[in-house]
């Protein structure tokens, strides 16, 4: 993918979510969530995804303003529920944006080539790679049960799911789960006829080093785990 400032390796893609992941369920700070927010979405930036960092960011705020109502100017059990779900919602918006910094700005044969300079085994390379590959997959094949349903008149709307929740999910259910096999075989095919499982030695045109950037990234990635539970 094409980066305009700096090259992020996918190597440190990784690093960022496996760190940040488990340093964001511990913490509940807003002041937090908001700098890690601005921090990941600058890389999302770098790599040209404008449109997802302007949605990103407006949910952000919407989550962040409704959850300060909701504190401040509103009292009741429903409505402390409501703001509990604001609050787990935004913990987990750091998550979702370095996993699709992950997932949306890096091609499948960067992670290989990675993982090959790192020496890892055929055995973890092939599962990581039909994986990384399924979530876009199974995005397609959401869209396309959508489409059909609007098609037919039955749509995923609120008022289907109330009137005729039973139906709803499984017109929905029924070709997701038998979809999702289907695209499981087909991507472990396509992974072996690529020459995942041969014994040559691949090769790679994409760049695959580290640099002083990805230092720098990872540098700030750490100093937000060691700030987690702490005071910035």
């Given at each position: 993918m094409?980066?305009?400032?700096?090259?992020?390796?996918?190597?440190?893609?990784?690093?960022?979510?496996?760190?940040?992941?488990?340093?964001?369920?511990r913490?509940?700070?807003p002041?937090?969530?908001?700098?890690?927010?601005?921090?990941?979405?600058?890389?999302?930036?770098?790599?040209?995804?404008?449109?997802?960092?302007?949605?990103?960011a407006?949910?952000?705020?919407i989550?962040?303003?409704?959850?300060?109502?909701?504190?401040?100017y509103?009292s009741?059990?429903?409505?402390?529920m409501?703001?509990?779900?604001?609050?787990?919602?935004i913990?987990?918006?750091?998550v979702?944006?370095?996993?699709?910094?992950?997932?949306?700005?890096?091609?499948v044969?960067?992670f290989?080539?990675?993982?090959?300079?790192m020496h890892?085994?055929?055995?973890?390379?092939?599962?990581?790679?039909?994986?990384?590959?399924?979530?876009?997959?199974?995005?397609?094949?959401?869209?396309?049960?959508?489409?059909?349903?609007?098609?037919?008149?039955?749509?995923i709307?609120?008022?289907?799911?109330l009137?005729?929740?039973?139906?709803?999910?499984?017109?929905?259910l029924?070709?997701?789960?038998?979809?999702?096999?289907?695209?499981?075989?087909?991507?472990?095919?396509?992974?072996?006829?690529?020459?995942?499982?041969?014994?040559?030695?691949?090769?790679?045109?994409?760049?695959?080093?580290?640099?002083?950037?990805?230092?720098?990234?990872?540098?700030?990635?750490?100093f937000?785990v060691?700030n987690?539970?702490?005071?910035?």
């Amino acid at each position: 993918m094409k980066e305009h400032l700096f090259h992020v390796d996918p190597r440190t893609k990784l690093v960022l979510f496996f760190i940040i992941g488990f340093s964001s369920i511990r913490e509940t700070r807003p002041l937090w969530h908001a700098m890690l927010s601005v921090f990941l979405l600058v890389l999302m930036l770098n790599a040209g995804q404008y449109v997802y960092c302007v949605k990103t960011a407006g949910l952000y705020i919407i989550l962040e303003l409704a959850s300060h109502l909701l504190t401040h100017y509103v009292s009741g059990g429903a409505l402390a529920m409501l703001f509990g779900i604001c609050r787990i919602i935004i913990m987990f918006v750091p998550v979702w944006i370095v996993f699709s910094l992950m997932i949306r700005t890096t091609r499948v044969s960067e992670f290989i080539a990675a993982f090959d300079r790192m020496h890892m085994p055929d055995e973890f390379t092939i599962p990581f790679a039909v994986m990384f590959r399924y979530f876009p997959a199974m995005q397609e094949q959401w869209r396309a049960i959508r489409d059909a349903q609007k098609f037919r008149g039955i749509g995923i709307t609120p008022g289907n799911v109330l009137r005729h929740p039973a139906r709803t999910l499984e017109y929905t259910l029924v070709p997701l789960l038998s979809g999702s096999l289907i695209i499981a075989d087909d991507l472990s095919a396509a992974s072996l006829s690529r020459g995942l499982g041969g014994t040559a030695k691949r090769t790679c045109l994409d760049r695959i080093h580290f640099g002083p950037a990805d230092v720098v990234i990872i540098l700030i990635g750490i100093f937000f785990v060691w700030n987690s539970g702490g005071a910035l």
